[in-house]
């Protein structure tokens, strides 16, 4: 049982980031690509939301990116579950947990990034960090470390410059004087 339950999370934690980094990010790049979704909709509106990305509010149902974030998540469970679910049912039992945890942290993360930042703060270093080719874990950093693709942002003093930058950038645009509404004349 335990043997089960720790290959399990391994195998669970192995997965985040051979998945993210070559099916997410190395397909995915393409636009035309069925996972297109996570590069092109999730990367682009967690960066400019300060990692919020609303449309993990809406019905998982559906072909969007987070219905087929839901989709392979299911398909890998039930292709472990049916392959060898009988013969590990321990390994497969803490492998479905897997995929579900990394929905519901990473939901979590997304529509509330204050308990992204404190509890997934590799996920927020994978959003908003200068290299968002790096930090593929997402419930725990574990396969990053091991393979020297964790690269920390949050808390940095790099971070703490950006945040600088973007405050000072905000507070000249809200000084600035607003430009009167161009007024059209009759001939
Ligand atoms: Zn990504
Ligand atoms: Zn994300």
Redesign the pocket.
């Known amino acids: 049982m335990l043997g089960g339950i720790v290959a399990g999370l391994i195998y669970s934690n192995a997965q985040e980031w051979l998945v993210h980094k070559y099916v997410l990010h190395g397909l995915g790049r393409k636009k035309d690509s069925f996972f297109a979704f996570h590069w092109h909709e999730?990367h682009k509106r967690?960066r400019k939301a300060d990692m919020r990305?609303e449309d993990y509010e809406r019905d998982p149902w559906g072909t969007h990116a987070q219905g087929k974030e839901v989709m392979m998540l299911a398909a890998t469970s039930a292709a472990a579950a049916l392959l060898i679910g009988r013969r590990y049912p321990w390994f497969t039992a803490t492998a479905v947990f897997g995929a579900w945890n990394y929905y519901r942290c990473?939901k979590k993360?997304?529509l509330d990034p204050a308990w992204g930042r404190e509890h997934l703060p590799w996920?927020v270093d994978?959003?908003m960090g200068p290299d968002q080719d790096a930090n593929w874990c997402v419930t725990h950093p574990f396969f990053d470390i091991l393979l020297g693709t964790r690269k920390p942002y949050v808390g940095t003093e790099l971070e703490a410059k950006h945040r600088a930058a973007a405050e000072e950038r905000a507070r000249k645009k809200a000084a600035a004087p607003v430009e009167a509404p161009a007024v059209a004349h009759a001939a």
Do not use: G, I, K, Q
């Open positions: 999730h967690a990305d990473h993360a997304h996920h994978h959003h």
